[in-house]
């Protein structure tokens, strides 16, 4: 896999809690034009705090992560150490701290391993190696089963560069070990405004992700660009990140905690957008709906409800269309009971399509079925 | 038990689905006072529809129910065979089919058995026996695994009268087979208006009931008064009614689908009573917080985060005080940990307190914790 140009990086472990990798450092040779966005969560994590502050300036130079500790409701203590994180690795790589963002993701309300932590960032410099993000992507993950990286080579007026994303998260989030975070690196760099890209493209990705519906105090997506190999039209740029985003939400959805399958859902002729993120929303977090799914039963009736119950936004019944793939399920007989229940029960990537022939507005939305494995995951999972 | 007087009825098998019973009918001598409460979700159920059309006279002398088959989803028919049940049955008893208030539970999407129905309603007067309600609590059931019955003898001017409750639902629903339904029959009137006394009563009770999240098609809730026992004052009246609600309201949350633990939330000190519904709501409603209570981790960073993604009621974190039980979670040390382990092991009843810290307001909700059994009765279930 190519490495967008500039970008060194490593991942070890330095025993936060086990023997997995912990702790993980990417640094650009030049200082990159960055934009971020942050969960919505009212009490975010100390990280978000700093990085908040530190992004205010649209430039970084390196991020710093660990897993297994997320640094939230930590209070001051937990604001000083992001800081002081920040400062020892500024020092070891000899740039200013305030490029620095970090972030953290794993269990919430324990003080982080500070002096572990700051060991590991003054001996970073040596650790870097060009590229190597692989590693870095397996450092940032905790219930996650597989890492979660999705990278483009993208060639333009004789240049050739690369935008690299990557992600971990196997919740939508769940604060004790499941943060959604995402990095997305980039030699080139685009001609429109960085944060407005990366926000576009995250609203039509990661905003319409949904594992739980619980909204971790750590999400972050972060966008670096530091302009190697030039400057991209935005058309380009934002298609590319776009497909990045997607990958990426995609393979977190996949990765679901306990998932067995990815769940599409797409609402179509709606009102506006509200009305389709609402109805799209209701479908993809129903228990009914994904343990359903999850089942292979084609009980569209729990469609019909999941609809039925977003209060404000009535839909007249007779317009609705509801497909599994390209089969209808309203009102299926028999037989073609039958066809949907092979179509969930043979397919990993279930597509739901509801047709609400309400206007021109349509948007998909990205989950996955839910099972024994999530309860047991959550259930025993002990603090 | 004691019943209402002047009330006759009988639960019979017509073979709907099994051999259980599965059809029910509720008859009063004298014609009552009545009021109903039904499903927001814009899908609902044709007796929803016809029971709106009834209850319009603020009268209601019978109530016919099948439990295995919800007639949702039906369209014309559905409406149809509704009224035909009423009409059949009217003649049956004698008196008008629009004192008849249709109730029906089960699969959606699928006709009623309208020719089983119908005999059953020619049929039903030989079976009506005074009182005898038990068998209609029993012939309501669907995933229920008990009966939810709930009563109140009442002396008062040297008269004695019952008012009788009883309930089924075994998610908040769920439009295959766990819709809500609960009728409350009295020989008791109130001097008060019949259906502000139910709604305020049913504001505080079922509508603070989540197991699933997932609104059906079909719940129903509706008070005959026949005022047999004479007229109590309001006060009476409502704290006995009030009484009655809010025990069958956690009969209900204690049966959902595959609960272990019935859980209450308390929120306190909220600013009003809006945000007080949206973080106890949050809270109850977390999958997160209902798998650890599930597995008694009293991981206290889970209710952060459900109280936290309430992203427009935002609270602030030192002002928030966390409780299981009497214990306090917020911050809690080992030692702490290991009591709150404790008390989630070893009761039945858990009891979360969220104190605020913003007004006056205080409300109370009611779910149940998520384990694999809901998953199971929801996934392997087959239409």
């Given at each position: 896999?190519?490495?967008p140009?500039?970008?060194y990086?490593?991942?070890k472990?330095?025993?936060?809690?086990?023997?997995?990798?912990?702790?993980?450092?990417i640094?650009?040779?030049q200082?990159c034009?960055?934009?971020?966005?942050f969960?919505?969560?009212?009490?975010p994590g100390?990280?978000i705090?700093v990085?908040?502050?530190?992004?205010?300036?649209g430039k970084?130079?390196?991020?710093?992560?660990?897993?297994?500790?997320?640094n939230?409701?930590?209070?001051?203590k937990?604001?000083?150490?992001?800081?002081?994180?920040?400062?020892?690795l500024?020092?070891s790589?000899?740039?200013?701290?305030?490029?620095?963002l970090?972030?953290?993701?794993?269990?919430i309300g324990?003080?982080?391993?500070?002096?572990?932590?700051?060991?590991a960032?003054?001996?970073?410099?040596?650790?870097?190696?060009e590229g190597n993000?692989?590693?870095v992507?397996?450092?940032i993950?905790?219930?996650d089963?597989v890492?979660?990286?999705?990278?483009?080579?993208?060639?333009?007026?004789?240049?050739?560069?690369?935008?690299?994303?990557?992600?971990?998260?196997?919740g939508?989030?769940?604060?004790?070990m499941a943060?959604m975070?995402?990095?997305?690196?980039?030699?080139?760099?685009?001609?429109?405004?960085l944060?407005?890209?990366?926000?576009?493209?995250?609203?039509?990705?990661?905003?319409c992700?949904?594992?739980?519906?619980?909204t971790?105090?750590?999400?972050?997506?972060?966008?670096?660009?530091s302009g190697?190999a030039g400057?991209?039209?935005?058309?380009i740029?934002?298609k590319?990140?776009h497909?990045i985003?997607?990958?990426?939400?995609?393979k977190?959805?996949?990765?679901?905690?306990g998932?067995?399958?990815l769940?599409?859902?797409?609402?179509e002729?709606?009102?506006?957008?509200?009305?389709a993120?609402?109805?799209?929303k209701?479908?993809?977090?129903?228990p009914?709906?994904?343990?359903a799914?999850?089942?292979?039963?084609?009980?569209?009736?729990r469609?019909v409800?999941a609809?039925?119950?977003?209060f404000?936004?009535?839909?007249?019944?007779?317009?609705?269309?509801?497909?599994?793939?390209?089969l209808?399920?309203?009102?299926?007989?028999?037989?073609?009971?039958?066809?949907l229940s092979?179509?969930?029960?043979?397919?990993?990537?279930?597509?739901?399509?509801?047709?609400l022939?309400?206007?021109?507005?349509?948007?998909?939305?990205?989950g996955?079925?839910?099972?024994?494995?999530?309860i047991?995951?959550?259930?025993y999972?002990?603090t």
């Open positions: 896999m190519k490495y140009l500039g970008f990086s490593f991942g472990n330095i025993g936060i809690k086990d023997e997995s990798l912990d702790f993980a450092v640094y650009s040779q200082i034009k960055a934009a971020a966005v969960t919505k969560n009212n009490f100390a990280p705090l990085g908040r502050d530190h992004i205010k300036s970084l130079q390196a991020i710093v992560i660990n897993s297994k500790n997320s939230v409701a930590t209070g001051d937990g604001i000083e150490d992001a800081r002081k994180t920040c400062e020892v500024g020092e790589l000899g740039i200013d701290p305030k490029s620095i970090p972030s953290s993701t794993g269990v324990v003080p982080l391993p500070i002096d572990k932590i700051l060991k960032c003054s001996e970073a410099k040596d650790n870097l190696k993000l692989e590693e992507a397996n450092a993950l905790t219930t089963k890492s979660k990286i999705s990278s483009r080579e993208i060639s333009f007026n004789g240049k050739s560069g690369v935008i690299y994303g990557m992600a971990k998260g196997a939508m989030i769940e604060p004790n943060t975070l995402c990095y997305i690196l980039s030699d080139w760099d685009s001609e429109e405004d944060y407005s890209e990366l926000k576009s493209c995250v609203d039509e990705t990661f905003n992700l949904s594992i739980d519906t619980d971790s105090t750590s999400d972050t997506v972060v966008l670096m660009s190697k400057v991209l039209p935005d058309a740029f934002r590319a990140l497909e985003c997607l990958d990426l939400t995609k977190i959805a996949m990765d679901g905690e998932a067995t399958k769940i599409i859902v797409k609402v002729s709606a009102k506006n957008e509200t009305q993120i609402k109805i799209g209701s479908i993809l977090n129903s009914l709906v994904k343990t799914i999850y089942g292979g039963d084609p009980n569209w009736g469609l409800m609809i039925g119950k977003v404000d936004e009535p839909i007249p019944y007779e317009n609705l269309e509801i497909f599994f793939g390209e209808s399920v309203k009102e299926a007989d028999n037989e073609q009971k039958v066809l092979t179509y969930l029960k043979e397919n990993s990537e279930i597509h739901v399509t509801v047709k022939g309400m206007g021109n507005s349509s948007k998909e939305f990205y996955c079925d839910f099972t024994e494995g999530y047991q995951e959550n259930a999972y002990t």
